[in-house]
């Protein structure tokens, strides 16, 4: 059995790897979940738990070799199992919906590119969850090799859904000329 | 990951026009990871790509903000740390840490304080349900238990919502949970049998750990429930069953269950002690999700790749599941799991029928001749599912079910990709191989490719170590057909990924 000085020691060096990851990715964790779908509230209570499971399997001893994309991998999975049958089907968040609309009432609309976003809605609607998926977390700033291990495929397949997301974007950029 | 110089514009275009070799697009996008320069080129030439991001900052600097302050971490963290060393501390601040950790905590406390004398098996139980508790995920609306008392087994569903509709035996076994105050909503979880445990001032508790299980019995005097069993599965923690003996010696076993398909009823029962499943729901399921089910109850077991389970469909409809060498444990787990689904019959082999369990390897011929066997028993799994259910069978299936078949086809392609490169490196000990592309034949189904390579290599392998030493030329042909395998693998996994 290690000292107790050792074990402690060792408990305030995960707590400081998990601060560390906190503090740099609960935001984008926060917003991806948004995006997912799911209400401001519960998105920042499935963030704090999936810190807090981090935290617990890395006291256990889990070999995580990216804790960020761990922690977005938990997150994902809770925030997807907490949405109801039809909020997963469509997979389209409300939160994202109501900031576009949020834009038409804006006065200041001519100085931003109101036009990009008029079809973007449409355009993300169009989307698969998993090429939405890719490009959020890619927007998030995470790794392509990071993407591969949120949603459990090869980085190759992420490069297969993005390449049918953007295939889905053209579309909508090329209307918009 | 081998670095490349910086791509061409066609290179970089083609990323997004066409379809490139999958080594080629990894190699791409991990170029792209790590320079800066590229990715804006990317942006350049596909214009698209540039505008979503741009729409995503516009968006994203609008998006609602967190309702609260951010948690501590720091404290929420040291909060658990005080659960796990079973520190009496009742004070600090709560913030946002979920309700289960602090009723653990007070479950540790109360177990260090009623019973130092047997305080270790108090925290090793305790110790057990705060991380089965953590590991446990959430279940889905279609989590279903099977619940068997003397006198009936029904089905209900794993969480109760206050709308469930509710058969009359199920009112009778709520009402006498609720007088023990015990959670009946969900009353298979680590968290509702902890939160029990801690109301009970006077009890005794044993943790018993064996055939990959862990069980947890809490004898309590002076309440409605005289014991109570929680058995986890030691791997990954999740509840496997639950016993409750109440006062007047009346039980109730309750556990886990397939999931019911979407549009399934969520409650019904079935009256008496039937060794097989009882039909769940007026509305029939078809053959193709009965089998689903099954072979995903035999998966969730872990077992089905490497311990031969047979899955047959009977002219009839019946489904008939016929282990040839699972543990006593094992079986009775097996049983539990195919409870619920309508005409599953499982047969116990003949002694002949019977097989031996594999010896455990010990030396490097051991390890190729297990590996080679690994692949080939995954291969034949992802034939049988391919041939069970071919596209126009998957397309009746409910969405449910196509999501837990693709899950399961992913999570076996992927395990079988891991079991080749094992095989690989195990192979090098004795003499390096050269792998390289190999010609991948078109028309075929790639299942039936995958499997008769995985066959061949199979037989090469053992022929190999077991037979007869093996020539240059041996290795060699064993080198070609283990790229072949390697190339189907990863063909099937991008297959059923997509």
């Known amino acids: 059995m290690p000292p107790v000085s050792d074990d402690l020691s060792q408990t305030a060096a995960v707590q400081h790897r998990v601060a560390d990851v906190y503090s740099a990715a609960r935001d984008g964790v926060f917003r991806y979940l948004l995006a997912l779908g799911l209400d401001a509230a519960r998105a920042q209570e499935v963030t704090q738990d999936a810190f807090l499971r981090l935290y617990v399997a890395l006291r256990d001893g889990a070999a995580i070799e990216d804790a960020k994309a761990w922690v977005y991998r938990v997150a994902r999975n809770a925030g997807i199992d907490s949405l109801d049958r039809n909020d997963r089907e469509s997979q389209y968040s409300a939160a994202i919906a109501d900031t576009i609309a949020s834009f038409a009432k804006d006065p200041e609309q001519e100085l931003i590119e109101k036009e990009w976003l008029e079809g973007f809605q449409d355009a993300m609607e169009n989307l698969s969850p998993q090429q939405r998926a890719c490009l959020e977390l890619r927007g998030q700033g995470l790794q392509y090799w990071q993407i591969a291990e949120v949603l459990q495929v090869r980085t190759s397949t992420v490069g297969e859904f993005l390449r049918r997301g953007i295939k889905q974007l053209k579309r909508w950029n090329e209307c918009r000329k | ?498």
């Open chain 2, 1 to 498: 990951m081998p670095e490349i110089e910086h791509p061409t514009e066609e290179l970089l275009s083609a990323l997004f026009e066409e379809q490139l070799p999958a080594a080629e697009v990894e190699n791409l996008l991990a170029h792209l990871d790590s320079c800066r320069i590229c990715e804006q080129r990317l942006g350049l030439i596909e214009p698209a790509f540039a505008r979503y991001q741009r729409c995503r900052e516009l968006i994203g600097a609008r998006l609602p903000k967190p309702p609260r302050p951010w948690g501590n971490i720091v404290a929420e963290m040291q909060e658990v740390e005080r659960a796990r060393r079973a520190v009496p501390t009742l004070g600090g601040k709560r913030g946002t840490v979920p309700r289960w950790i602090g009723a653990l905590a007070a479950a540790i406390l109360l177990g260090a304080i009623l019973f130092w004398p047997q305080r270790s098996t108090e925290l090793r139980a305790d110790t057990l349900l705060l991380k089965a508790t953590s590991k446990t995920p959430r279940r889905s609306a279609n989590s279903r238990l099977t619940v068997r008392t003397p006198m009936s087994t029904f089905l209900r569903p794993a969480v109760l919502s206050g709308t469930t509709s509710e058969a009359q035996e199920m009112g009778a076994i709520r009402m006498r949970f609720a007088a023990a105050h015990y959670d009946w909503s969900d009353p298979l979880s680590a968290g509702t049998y902890a939160n029990w445990r801690a109301q009970i001032a006077h009890r005794t508790v044993e943790v018993s750990e064996h055939d990959g299980l862990s069980t947890i019995r809490t004898v309590a005097s002076g309440g409605a429930i005289t014991e109570a069993s929680l058995t986890l599965d030691a791997t990954n923690l999740s509840p496997v069953n639950a016993r409750f003996v109440f006062s007047a010696q009346d039980w109730v076993e309750i556990a886990a269950a397939p999931d019911a398909p979407v549009d399934s009823r969520p409650l019904a029962s079935a009256p008496g002690d039937a060794p097989t499943a009882q039909p769940e729901s007026k509305a029939e399921q078809s053959v193709a999700e009965r089998e689903l089910m099954t072979r995903l109850a035999v998966d969730r077991l872990g077992a089905g790749a490497g311990e031969p389970i047979d899955v047959n469909v009977e002219p009839d409809g019946r489904i008939v599941v016929t282990p040839y060498r699972l543990g006593k444990q094992r079986e009775i787990q097996l049983r539990a799991s195919l409870q619920g689904i309508e005409r599953v019959t499982v047969r116990s082999p003949e002694p002949s029928e019977r097989q031996e369990e594999f010896p455990t390897s010990l030396a490097g011929a051991d390890l190729a001749i297990d590996a080679s066997n690994a692949i080939a028993s995954r291969a034949h799994l992802l034939s049988q599912l391919a041939e069970s259910f071919p596209a126009e069978t998957e397309a009746e299936l409910t969405p449910a079910s196509r999501r837990d078949l693709r899950d399961m086809r992913v999570r076996h392609a992927r395990a079988l990709e891991g079991d080749i490169d094992t095989l690989v490196r195990v192979l090098a000990r004795t003499r390096p191989l050269r792998l390289s592309m190999s010609e991948l034949p078109d028309g075929d189904p790639v299942h039936k490719a995958l499997l008769e390579s995985a066959v061949a290599v199979n037989r090469m392998v053992a022929s190999l170590y077991a037979e007869k030493p093996g020539d240059a030329s041996a290795w060699q042909r064993l080198g070609e057909e283990l790229s072949r395998l390697r190339d189907l693998a990863r063909r099937y996994s991008q297959e059923v990924e997509r």
